[in-house]
């Protein structure tokens, strides 16, 4: 007898993790410490002191369920991000937030919207509840905002927008996000991830939760896996008003996030030295990695910050400010570091060639044989 299950379950290809060293090692013969893992977008720094201490402290109480309900990480979540503990929903990662909008909210006959080349979950998310995916046509690598908004229909009850996206590493200003989300109907909930927040530079941070006031359709993403280094533990968090985090809450499991993930979780928050460290260190890292996986022959998705900028006289001050921080300009108003943008068009300041792969269709870039970047065939998603 053949097991019953929708069709739509079936259609699922299941997601492909990044494989542990220890697997890598054993199937390749190789020393584990000399192997390092760039799939899945991990804090090089590991674990914070503070939270391994934090952790060590909570396994007493392990024999007893967590809070379900996260009192006490709500409670510094609430503080840091000024909002009511009812607008937070806490997740087994930031993955579970994206899972528990698209649990809430989707159904077979209705549609989720997202961008081509954005995180791979949202694909997920949207098929396991047998909902219709409205992918639309990335541009540069990145949403295209108003593709996106006229790409609503109407049975789509969800939009989700990776800001900074993996694996493009685009990034969406402000403004432009602010204009999408006026022109949403209201109905349509807006999960803007952001994942990878505390990575940006100062002057491209801005403070998205100002928003949530004035839209009660859209939930915040964010997660204590990158910057914060607690990958492993998973915790993540949804900021959004009380009736999306009360559906939200409705379909989460119970014990979603355990005694110790929240300890560690209310420690990493207050830990900014820690924070600070993953940020430089990201910082020196996003060019450097680039020309040296380049310089290795590997094939990879875009490493940098893409900046679209908005209105023309606002982008002529972004890009004087970026080339006094050592930016380089490419075509098209995107904002590229230095050390990755190699060539052509920085070749007369004695950069090396732009890569090409910018615009390439498939949207990958890959180091050709004689060391520079070009467009290459698209290769599997990172997590
Ligand atoms: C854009 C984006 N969103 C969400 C996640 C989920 O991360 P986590 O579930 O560890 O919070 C990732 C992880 O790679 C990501 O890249």
């Given amino acids: 007898m053949s097991i019953q299950a929708p069709e739509y379950v079936r259609r699922i290809a299941p997601y492909q993790a990044g494989k542990p060293i220890s697997e890598l090692a054993r199937e390749y ?28 402290g909570a396994i007493a109480d392990l024999g007893r369920y967590p809070d379900s309900n996260g009192f006490e990480l709500k409670a510094a979540l609430s503080r840091r991000y000024a909002v009511p503990p009812e607008w937070i929903t806490l997740g087994n990662g930031s993955n579970d ?3 528990l909008a698209a649990h809430a909210l989707l159904q077979p006959g209705a549609s989720a919207v997202y ?7 949202y694909a997920l998310a949207t098929q396991e509840t047998g909902a219709r995916a409205i992918v639309v046509p990335a541009r540069e690598l990145g949403h295209d905002l108003d ?13 989700f927008i990776a800001n900074p996206n993996n694996p493009t590493g685009t990034f969406l200003p402000a403004d432009a996000i602010a204009a999408f989300l006026a022109a949403v109907p209201r109905d349509v909930v807006v999960v803007l991830d952001e994942a990878y927040n505390e990575y940006l530079e100062p002057s491209l941070r801005f403070d998205s939760t100002r928003w949530l006031r004035d839209h009660p359709n859209l939930v915040i993403s964010r997660t204590f896996s990158k910057a914060y280094g607690l990958a492993g533990l998973r915790v993540g968090f949804g900021l959004a008003q009380a009736e999306l985090t009360d559906l939200m809450n409705r379909v989460r499991q119970p014990f979603n996030v355990s005694a110790v993930a929240q300890a560690a979780a209310i420690a990493a928050l207050d830990d900014a030295d820690f924070l ?23 094939r990879v998705r875009a490493l940098a910050w893409q900046l679209r900028a908005g209105a023309r ?4 001050r972004r890009l004087r400010g970026a080339a006094a921080r050592g930016h380089h300009r490419a075509s098209g108003g995107q904002l590229w570091p230095a050390a990755v943008a190699a060539g052509d068009g920085g070749a007369a300041r004695g950069e090396r060639s732009l890569p090409r792969g910018v615009r390439a269709r498939d ?15 698209r290769s599997s998603a990172s997590d």
Avoid at 30 to 54: D, F, H, Y
Avoid at 115 to 121: D, G, H, I, K, L
Avoid at 283 to 298: N, S
Wanted: hydrophobic residues 40%.
């Fill in 363 to 377: 949207g990958t870039l890959r180091c050709n044989r004689h060391r520079r970047w070009s467009s290459g065939s």
């Fill in 147 to 159: 593709a996106m908004r006229a790409a609503i229909a109407a049975d789509t009850r969800l939009v």
């Fill in 29 to 56: 013969g190789l020393q584990p410490e000399r192997i390092v893992k760039l799939a899945s977008n991990e804090n090089p720094l590991g674990i914070a002191p503070s939270a391994r201490e934090a952790m060590i």
């Fill in 313 to 316: 006289r606002r982008r002529r």
């Fill in 97 to 99: 937030i994206l899972e």
């Fill in 115 to 121: 961008s081509q080349y954005s995180f791979a979950v």
């Fill in 276 to 298: 600070q460290r993953s940020y430089e260190l990201n910082r020196q890292g996003t060019g450097a990695a680039a020309v040296r996986v380049c310089a290795d022959g590997l």
